[in-house]
């Protein structure tokens, strides 16, 4: 079992930027591929950016590429996302996932295994 913590949420203006901290436990996450999702109130959770450690590979959706980055730290157990040039269109609340997924999977929901309880996050405009 991997238990997930996500903070670093908050109000932010836009432009601004927050980093996302996903801290681990029980389990180290150096065996995972650790992801970012996001939902908004009324949609359904999409995909926000995925990290494979062994391969050294990072994943990104098209709308945060360029503003958004994932990295991790293994000896802290920890995964973040430092997100840049915040849009009020990334108003969401957050997930951290951890999952063993094939690759070409990283950016499929249900092939995540451990999930964290999300932090909010709002851009005002």
């Known amino acids: 079992q991997v238990q997930l913590v996500e903070s670093g949420g908050g109000l932010v203006q836009a432009g601004g930027s927050l980093r996302l901290s996903c801290a681990a436990s029980?389990?180290?996450?150096?065996?995972?591929?650790m992801g970012w999702f996001r939902q908004a109130p009324g949609k359904e959770r999409e995909f926000v950016a995925a990290h494979r450690w062994y391969a050294g590979r990072t994943y990104y959706t098209d709308s945060v590429k360029g503003r958004f980055t994932i990295s991790r730290d293994n000896a802290k157990n920890t995964v973040y996302l430092q997100m840049n040039s915040l849009k009020p269109e990334d108003t969401s609340v957050y997930y951290c996932a951890a999952g063993t997924l094939g690759s070409g999977r990283e950016t499929t929901d249900y092939e995540y295994d451990y999930w964290g309880q999300g932090t909010q996050v709002t851009v005002s405009s």
């Open positions: 029980g389990r180290t996450i150096s065996n995972y591929v």
